[in-house]
C-alpha cells in the first residue's frame, strides 16, 4: 500500500503537467520565453507534419498516377512541358512539382526544371512499392472517416478490395486471387532479402511456405540454396499463378506445389521448417490458433517454423505496425497488426520455442521470428 503513494504522486504531477502545457496561455508564453521557443517551435513543426500527412500521402499518390517520378526518371524537364504530357493546366503541373520537391523526392534546377531527388528515384527502385501506392485509394477511402472505421461501421473498401484473404471469394473470383497475389509478389522480393539476411536456413533440407503466393520468396530462397528442397501450398486458384512465377524464374522443377486451403486442409508433411510469410496477420486470433497448431502437427521435433511480416511494438509503440499496419489490417477487417511478444505467446500456446529475439532491420518492411517445436 505504501509502495504505491509516490506511484499515485507521480501520476498527479504527470496529470498537471501536461494540463499545464494544454493551456492556451502557457503555449503562448513558451513559445516566447527563450528556454522554452525551441521546444514549443520542434513540438509545433512535427504536429503539423502529423496534420498534413494525407496531404502528402496524396500528392506522392498523384506523382506515382501521372507517372510523373518515371517522366522525370528520364531526365529534367519543364513543368510546361510536363503539364503538356499529363493533360494538366501548367499552374497545377507546377503545385504538384513544388509539392513533391518540399517532400524531397523532386528537385528544382537553377534553370527551372524539375528533376528526380533522391527519395523519388529510390521509389521507382523499390519492388512493388509504386502498385501499392497506387492501391492506396481503397485504403484511404476507409480512413476518410477513422471513427467509422473503429466503431466497425459498414462494410470498408478495402475489404471489397482484398476478398481474397477471406478465403471465401477466391474460387468465385479467380481474378480477385490474381490481383493479390501480383501485388504480394512485387513486394515480396523485399520481404525476402530481410528474413534471408535475418535467418539463416543453412541446415534445413525441406522447406514448405505456406500461404506462399506466386512462389516469390521461395524463389529468393531457391537462388540461395540450391539443395533445399522447397513446397508451396496455397489455395487451388493461386497454384498456376505460382507455377506461371516459378516458370518465369526457371525453377519450376525445383519447387514442389501443393493446393488446398490451409482452414480446411491438412498440411505438407516432411520438412524441417514451414513458414509463413505476412500470412498471420491477415487473419483473426482464432484463425491463427488454428493454424499454427497444424503448422505444430505438420513439423517433426526439431523443426522450426519461420515467421514474418510487419509486427506492431507492443508496449513500445512504432510508427510502421502501430499506426500504417495496425489501420490497414483494421480497415481490411480479418487480421491484426501483432506485437512480436504477442506472435511468441500464440506459437507457445501452440507448443514451440522460441529460441531467438525477433530481427528487423526494416520493421516497414518486415520483421522475423524463428520458433522450434522441442525434441
Not at 483473426?284 to 493454424?291: E, F, G, H, N, P
Request: charged fraction near 20%; include cysteine.
Amino acid at each position: 500500500m505504501a509502495g504505491d503513494l509516490p506511484k499515485a504522486r507521480a501520476q498527479r504531477r504527470g496529470g498537471w503537467l501536461m494540463r499545464l502545457i494544454a493551456n492556451p496561455g502557457f503555449q503562448r508564453w513558451a513559445s516566447g520565453f527563450p528556454l522554452t521557443r525551441g521546444i514549443a517551435r520542434r513540438d509545433g513543426a512535427e504536429i503539423f507534419d502529423i496534420v498534413q500527412g494525407f496531404v502528402q500521402s496524396q500528392v506522392l499518390a498523384a506523382l506515382v498516377e501521372l507517372e510523373l517520378l518515371r517522366r522525370l526518371a528520364e531526365g529534367p524537364q519543364a513543368a510546361g512541358g510536363l503539364a503538356r504530357w499529363a493533360g494538366l493546366a501548367e499552374d497545377r503541373m507546377t503545385i504538384l512539382l513544388q509539392a513533391g520537391t518540399a517532400l524531397g523526392l523532386l528537385r528544382r534546377r537553377r534553370d527551372g526544371r524539375y528533376g528526380l531527388a533522391r527519395r523519388g528515384a529510390a521509389i521507382l527502385g523499390v519492388p512493388g512499392l509504386e502498385a501499392m501506392i497506387r492501391h492506396h485509394h481503397a485504403f484511404y477511402a476507409d480512413m476518410g472517416d477513422p471513427v467509422a472505421l473503429l466503431r466497425g461501421q459498414g462494410k470498408t473498401e478495402l475489404a471489397r478490395f482484398w476478398p481474397y484473404v477471406f478465403g471465401a471469394a477466391a474460387k468465385a473470383e479467380p481474378e480477385v486471387a490474381r490481383r493479390y497475389s501480383d501485388l504480394m509478389a512485387q513486394s515480396q522480393a523485399l520481404v525476402a532479402q530481410d528474413v534471408l539476411r535475418t535467418i539463416a536456413f543453412k541446415g534445413l533440407s525441406h522447406v514448405v511456405d505456406v500461404g506462399g503466393g506466386s512462389g516469390a520468396f521461395l524463389a529468393e530462397i531457391a537462388v540461395r540454396y540450391p539443395d533445399l528442397r522447397l513446397t508451396l501450398f496455397d489455395l487451388p486458384e493461386v497454384i498456376p499463378l505460382a507455377r506461371a512465377g516459378l516458370a518465369g524464374s526457371g525453377l519450376e522443377k525445383r519447387v514442389t506445389l501443393c493446393p488446398g486451403s490451409f482452414r480446411t486442409d491438412p498440411l505438407p508433411r516432411g520438412a524441417d521448417a514451414i513458414t509463413l510469410i505476412r500470412v498471420l496477420y491477415d487473419h483473426d486470433d482464432t484463425t491463427v490458433a488454428a493454424l499454427l497448431a497444424k503448422v505444430y502437427g505438420a513439423l517433426p521435433s526439431g523443426g522450426r517454423l519461420i515467421v514474418a511480416e510487419p509486427m506492431s511494438g507492443g508496449a513500445r509503440p512504432e510508427r510502421a505496425g502501430d499506426v500504417y499496419f495496425a489501420f490497414y489490417t483494421m480497415a481490411m477487417g480479418t487480421g491484426r497488426a501483432r506485437s512480436a511478444a504477442r506472435i511468441a505467446e500464440m506459437c507457445r500456446a501452440a507448443g514451440f520455442e522460441q529460441p531467438g529475439p525477433p530481427k528487423a532491420p526494416r520493421p516497414y518492411v518486415t520483421s522475423a521470428l524463428q520458433f522450434e517445436k522441442p525434441e
